[in-house]
């Protein structure tokens, strides 16, 4: 079982930064993808950013350009670095993880967050 502990959220003014944090624990996978979704309930769940184990990254369009993905392996942890922040990014920030045990493709494994509030506005 893995657990996923977000932290970082709070209020910010437009224009602002923020970096959310998620802490992986337990049995983790040599082979994932950490991934940051965002949900608001007039918005759509939506992928904001992820990061796999070999260090690559995908972005959503919305963000590419303001928001940094990266992660510190040694703690299990990843980051959400988000700058120049609007008020449509407001949201329930959830992290979700997915492993696999094999090198067959797919990831047969996965686990969310308990998400993490970012509010935007003046």
């Known amino acids: 079982q893995v657990q996923l502990a977000e932290s970082g959220g709070g209020l910010v003014q437009p224009g602002g930064s923020l970096r959310l944090s998620c802490v992986a624990s337990?049995?983790?996978?040599?082979?994932?993808?950490m991934n940051w979704y965002r949900q608001s309930p007039e918005k759509q769940r939506e992928l904001v950013a992820s990061?796999?184990?070999?260090?690559?990254?995908n972005y959503g369009e919305f963000v590419k350009g303001r928001f940094t993905i990266s992660r510190d392996r040694a703690k299990n942890t990843a980051y959400l670095q988000m700058n120049s922040l609007k008020s449509e990014d407001t949201a329930g920030y959830y992290c979700?993880?997915?492993?696999?045990?094999?090198?067959?493709?797919?990831?047969?494994?996965?686990?969310w967050g308990q998400g993490t509030q970012v509010t935007v506005s003046s």
């Open positions: 979700h993880y997915q492993g696999s045990r094999s090198d067959l493709g797919g990831y047969e494994y996965e686990y």
């Open positions: 990061i796999t184990s070999g260090g690559d990254t």
């Open positions: 337990g049995n983790l996978f040599s082979i994932y993808v």
